[in-house]
């Protein structure tokens, strides 16, 4: 089985007044006769391309409301997908009713600080991305400026690829690349200066556009998540050491130190890596939001 093949997630529940879509590593999407969308988290987690057969309580609700929190916040950068939070009860808080969209091919992702993948390939190349950068950086190393780091959109279960500009450009087309592009960039900016009054430094960030019914660029997905960015904490940011993070490195740390595989099915998290993780998740939510989970 490949890495996701949904090894780890039950079957999506059944909705009155909702037809199910598909599941993916930590959603399930319903649509209604009105083609709006049903956009229900659950408390899924993943690594590695794996989902796992352990969850970490009100992940589901806590990336939910964030997404919320920052749409609302950044709205007038850019419009977002949602049209209510009013959903059925048994998914109150985990869902949101959302628009169509007709999803760009790529996954735009934003950088200020050099970690992870993009050390890798700065690594090897002083570069990410086709983002020229200067020598002697190291892990956690902040940028000259933010660089827009694209990746294709794989496969549930396979690797997103990193590519450069001129490769989204092929894909997405030139005009849409460069909005993107922009538009990407200014999200992060104005988000990472927002987490930095909260005493977080964004490290890095994905977002997801598609086009509405009108033609309209769309933020869509999730937004500034712990599962799609890197929060750190900004007192233990020190160039060359990894800082303490609000994600789900817990679960990476002991699954890499477990003597797991990764090829075959993941083991069960114990409870104190699921009770750490979870404190992390709300955590993030209270120092962003200001609000207790």
Not at 21 to 47: C, F, M, P, Q, W
Not at 80 to 89: F, G
Not at 134 to 150: K, M, N, R
Request: include cysteine; aromatic fraction near 10%; charge should be negative.
């Amino acid at each position: 089985m490949s890495g996701f093949g949904l090894a780890g997630a039950p079957p999506a529940p059944s909705i009155h007044g909702w037809q199910h879509l598909r599941t993916g590593k930590v959603r399930d999407l319903y649509t209604n006769n009105k083609e709006e969308i049903l956009l229900v988290t659950s408390d899924r987690i993943s690594a590695f391309d794996w989902v796992l057969p352990s969850e970490i309580p009100n992940k589901g609700a806590i990336l939910t409301q964030l997404s919320l929190f920052w749409f609302e916040l950044l709205e007038d950068l850019v419009p977002n997908h949602i049209i209510s939070d009013e959903v059925p009860a048994e998914f109150s808080d985990r869902a949101v009713i959302v628009k169509p969209l007709e999803m760009f091919a790529i996954e735009c992702v934003a950088r200020g600080y050099l970690t992870g993948s993009g050390l890798t390939e700065y690594k090897s190349s002083q570069a990410v991305c086709g983002n020229l950068l200067p020598a002697g950086l190291v892990d956690g190393s902040q940028l000259p400026e933010t660089i827009f780091t694209p990746a294709t959109k794989a496969e549930i279960g396979d690797h997103d690829i990193n590519i450069d500009y001129a490769t989204a450009a092929k894909i997405v087309g030139n005009a849409d690349a460069e909005q993107l592009r922009d538009l990407t960039v200014k999200l992060y900016d104005t988000a990472s200066e927002f987490a930095n009054s909260r005493g977080i430094i964004l490290a890095d960030t994905k977002f997801e556009f598609g086009r509405d019914a009108k033609g309209v660029i769309t933020l869509g997905d999730e937004a500034l998540t712990p599962d799609s960015s890197r929060f750190w904490e900004a007192t233990s940011w020190n160039p060359g050491s990894a800082p303490a993070s609000f994600d789900k490195q817990f679960v990476r740390d002991f699954l890499t130190s477990s003597g797991w595989d990764k090829k075959s099915p993941p083991p069960e998290l114990p409870a104190e890596i699921i009770e750490k993780t979870a404190a992390r998740y709300e955590e993030a939510f209270f120092r962003i939001t200001g609000n207790k989970f």
